[in-house]
């Protein structure tokens, strides 16, 4: 085995998640519905708050949406 890093099947599972996380997060953000600016402004919200945790953010965000 070489010294690159060698990621397991769980590993890589994490990684697609958090890109796809960022994906939903990155077309939310670049919609300019006006109807949903509030929606936006609360995801930037969790954004922040949760940098450079996409997953985490995407989910605190969808936990705080009103039903």
């Not at 590993?11 to 998640?17: A, F, G, N, R, T």
């Not at 670049?30 to 919200?45: I, K």
Request: no cysteine; aromatic share 2%.
């Amino acid at each position: 085995m070489n010294n690159s890093m060698v990621f397991s099947e769980a590993d890589q599972e994490v990684v697609l998640l958090e890109q796809q996380a960022q994906e939903i997060i990155d077309d939310i953000l670049s919609d300019t519905a006006s109807g949903e600016a509030e929606a936006r402004r609360q995801l930037e919200f969790h954004v922040l708050n949760n940098a450079g945790n996409p997953r985490r953010a995407l989910l605190m965000h969808l936990l705080s949406v009103e039903r």
